[in-house]
């Protein structure tokens, strides 16, 4: 079965650092994958997804994610963290055949000033 | 706004009392899902269905049923809540049942069972 798994329940940066959250998956198949960010009392929202093609996958308030299959990885990266982007993200992964995403468990980011 | 619509937004249940989440969408998509969110657990999928008409069970089914009431519309419901029930519970929707989709959330209900 399809997992995901982030790394670092909790990341903490500065404004203007860079901001880097970490995604793996598990699957022989390279799968469809999706970040998604939750603010405070929402709903989750797309954030970028990567299906085919280019392995660099830039996606919306600058954030982009690069597939590395001989990583299995998907790790989401901003070059300058602002207040805003305070909130919480979700690595998710969609096999080939698999009927639904799996999510990660998310990830908390804090952006100090 | 097109999307996905939820109600309530927040609700407190006694132990044994049941009550249906409901969920609309207007983007004509095919597939809905029901997810709960936990801390620390991500999000869980309770029960989907890739179509109108028909419902699967998710990773975490128990205490819970589902109806998808036609194509925009699928309702979850809890017979006899439990404080195990208590959760933010996500609605989602996707245009077809294929893995290059990600999903459209709804803004979730607060639930608390006490």
């Known amino acids: 079965a399809q997992s995901v798994t982030q790394l670092g329940s909790h990341v903490s940066v500065s404004e203007g650092a860079l901001v880097l959250l970490r995604c793996n998956y598990s699957s022989s198949v390279p799968p469809y994958l999706f970040w998604y960010v939750q603010y405070p009392n929402q709903g989750l929202q797309l954030l970028l997804k990567?299906?085919?093609?280019?392995?660099l996958v830039k996606g919306i308030n600058g954030f982009e994610a690069e597939f590395k299959k001989s990583e299995t990885s998907f790790h989401l990266t901003k070059p300058s963290a602002h207040m805003s982007d305070a909130a919480e993200y979700f690595c998710?992964?969609?096999?080939?055949?698999?009927?639904?995403?799996?999510f990660g468990s998310g990830t908390q980011l804090t952006v100090l000033p | 706004n097109a999307g996905v619509t939820q109600t309530p937004k927040f609700q407190v249940l006694k132990t044994g009392q049941s009550m249906t989440l409901q969920c609309a969408q207007d983007m004509n998509h095919n597939s809905m899902y029901w997810y709960r969110q936990d801390p620390g657990m991500g999000l869980r999928l309770i029960y989907y269905s890739a179509s109108e008409g028909t419902t699967d069970k998710g990773e975490v089914p128990n205490g819970y049923n589902v109806s998808r009431l036609n194509k925009r519309e699928f309702s979850l419901r809890l017979e006899s809540a439990a404080p195990s029930q208590t959760s933010v519970y996500f609605c989602a929707s996707s245009e077809l049942e294929v893995s290059g989709y990600g999903y459209t959330f709804g803004s979730g209900t607060r639930l608390t069972v006490v």
């Open positions: 990567y299906t085919t093609g280019a392995t």
């Open positions: 998710a992964a969609r096999s080939g055949s698999a009927r639904q995403l799996t």
